[in-house]
């Protein structure tokens, strides 16, 4: 299961150059020299200046540094260890007990991760097996069922969002030995508190339904989720289905909206609240839905056209015009027929706003697939002598066929 760990590292993508360690007391250092033996294939060498990494960072409470030094122990074990996921696991949980905010949620989630990992590898083991009143090993997570390990993954990702106001206080930068940042990704995710619901988020955002109880099943049956960012922020989302993965995701948009309504960062503000009404849009069985998706999205655009994030929105907007002027027809909903060049307006302005930003980049590429010519000729395959044949013709900026 060489994977284990290594789709964890991709998440927490870490850096050995000096740029990215100078703030870390010269541990860039003792990283270079891991990646040195990593180089000539040495993992036992490695991994003895990682376990000397560890005890400095463990003195000096280093919460990165002891983050990453867990992750590439694990690595290294999973090639010279036997038992290594089961280790791996059990030193996780042995440094979690130990330590304090924010090393200890940090790794509650990284640990969570790991579990969600394994799940994702082996799905259908956990499908297979009969659901039990208790852990069949409450140690060996590799026994489990599918309920099981939900509940435990539920139970650490719960354990990551403690501390929630500290976290909310706690810059991002502090992290950045640790994690791979994408260009302007603070800007909409600055701080601690949105890393880890964000993290949070990537599970419970998942459509694993199985562990639902059927019988008071949680469902997006409403439009208030459909609401504005403020009145969602409001709204009472209890259920019985506690272990519900859309529940749970809504909560945590609600936990990240009410922050940054009173933290005043309108680009996290506008980038969660999308995320929120795609999200709900998605999953919601309620009627009308695309319609409400959009009105939504327009009341959003109109209260932030003067921030260069909101041209996220109208991407998005651009985006169901267009997919309204693909479904038109003559007959059932000839109200379609413009929408493309709704699209096209739409996608312009922002364009021409704030040509920079990333959703005016979005909205060039949709304008350009939009204004591409294509031609489809659909015949059949088997054509008697001497008949007539139809064909289907579909095309898109053609004036002559």
């Excluded at 440094?95 to 082996?122: G, H, M, R």
């Excluded at 309108?266 to 009627?287: C, G, M, P, Q, W």
Aim: glycine content about 0%; proline content about 2%; charged content about 25%.
């Amino acid at each position: 299961m060489k994977n284990f760990v290594f789709l964890i590292m991709s998440i927490f993508l870490f850096s050995n150059s000096v740029n990215a360690q100078k703030n870390y007391n010269n541990y860039d250092k003792l990283w270079y020299k891991v990646t040195q033996f990593e180089n000539d294939k040495l993992p036992k060498s490695a991994l003895k200046i990682v376990d000397e990494i560890y005890n400095r960072a463990k003195k000096e409470n280093n919460a990165p540094q002891i983050a990453k030094v867990l992750l590439y122990q694990s690595k290294y074990a999973l090639t010279i260890k036997e038992d290594a996921q089961l280790n791996i696991i059990n030193s996780f949980k042995k440094e979690i007990a130990t330590s304090e905010f924010p090393t200890k949620n940090i790794l509650e989630s990284v640990l969570a991760d790991l579990y969600w990992q394994y799940f994702q590898q082996n799905r259908y083991k956990f499908y297979n097996r009969t659901i039990t009143s208790e852990k069949v090993d409450p140690i060996d997570f590799r026994t489990w069922d599918l309920k099981t390990i939900f509940k435990e993954i539920h139970f650490h990702f719960q354990n990551s969002l403690k501390n929630g106001l500290i976290a909310q206080q706690t810059d991002l930068k502090q992290f950045d030995a640790i994690l791979d940042l994408q260009k302007n990704s603070k800007k909409f995710r600055p701080t601690l508190f949105d890393f880890l619901n964000h993290n949070a988020l990537d599970f419970y955002k998942t459509s694993e339904t199985a562990i639902t109880q059927a019988n008071y099943k949680f469902e997006i049956d409403t439009e208030h989720y459909l609401s504005s960012y403020k009145n969602f922020s409001l709204l009472e989302t209890q259920s019985k289905d506690s272990l519900s993965l859309q529940l749970n995701a809504l909560k945590i948009y609600q936990n990240l909206l009410a922050f940054h309504i009173n933290s005043g960062n309108k680009d996290a503000l506008i980038s969660v609240d999308l995320e929120r009404l795609k999200f709900v849009k998605e999953h919601a069985i309620f009627n009308e839905k695309e319609a409400l998706f959009l009105t939504a999205l327009i009341a959003l655009k109109k209260e932030f056209s003067s921030i260069e994030t909101a041209t996220l929105i109208d991407f998005e907007i651009a985006t169901i015009y267009n997919n309204y002027a693909n479904e038109y027809n003559t007959i059932t909903n000839p109200e379609n027929q413009f929408k493309r060049i709704e699209a096209i307006k739409t996608c312009e302005a922002a364009i021409e706003k704030f040509p920079e930003s990333i959703g005016a980049k979005n909205c060039e590429r949709l304008k350009q697939q939009i204004l591409d010519n294509s031609l489809r000729i659909i015949s059949e395959k088997h054509i008697p002598v001497n008949n007539y044949s139809t064909i289907l013709v579909t095309y898109k900026q053609i004036d002559n066929l």
